[in-house]
């Protein structure tokens, strides 16, 4: 189960925008925490050439609810928890460290291509009452997307996003058809050959109007855990609020014809 909140605001006379985001994950008996302040900056080359780049700065916590778990020299009954291991002896401990996060987007006409990397915690977060520490591995994340236009009313995104772990590799290819910037409909595949198929994705967007828009996606489970998992369903909403700062070239003017 996760949870993500976000906010931006674009800062035109600075070329950039800040923001905050906030993900909270919970798998099993770990949760994970993260909240940042995020900047960017764009700057435009040409009129069809623009580099963006990102930076997010805050703080990790993982947390770890030992209830939950079962080791194998435990004992469990119905009012009954002994895990009989040293390192659990406090039913809830946690750790904390300083986090960061980067990444670059280039934008030329129709085509997006950008990378990111997320250092983890660049200190390992030490949990509390437990001689332990845990350091999140950094993860490399390459994304592209091109938007064809099909007449007046539709277009076709196909988009392809290669992430790792240095390690592990995943592939996420997809295509989304949007009509008339008010419905978008998009298929995704998670997987790159038999032993890294994950996950099959329908996702549907609907723009109402040029501040409330909808996303709902559902992932189907192609790998081993349909066994225990029947698919995870994905729901979000963005609204945008009329931004207060604007470029002088931005306000509305009025001219009086009788200074002209």
Known sequence: MSQAISADIPVPYLNSGWGITVVNSIEGALRTTNAHFVYSYHQKINSDFYISYGLGLGLL???????????PEGLYGENTISHNDL???????????????????????????GISFDSGNFLNSSYSDLNVSVATPVKIALISHYEF?????????????????????????????????????GINWRGYNKETFDAFVGIVALKLNEKLKFTYSYDYTLSEFNNIS???????????????????????????TRYL
């Open 61 to 71: 916590q993982q947390a770890v609810n030992s209830t939950e778990l079962i080791t």
């Open 87 to 113: 390192l659990l002896n406090n039913e809830n401990f946690s750790g904390i460290a300083p986090s960061l996060n980067s990444g670059v987007l280039i934008r030329f006409k129709k085509i997006y291509a």
């Open 149 to 185: 236009m099909l007449g007046d009313s539709w277009s076709l995104i196909p988009s392809v996003q290669y992430k790792t772990g240095i390690k592990y590799h995943q592939f996420d290819v997809g295509v989304a058809a949007d009509w008339n910037n008010f419905i978008e409909l």
């Open 230 to 256: 029947k698919g995870s369903h994905e729901i979000g909403i963005q609204y945008a609020i009329k931004s207060l700062i604007r470029k002088p070239s931005d306000v509305k003017k009025i001219y009086n």
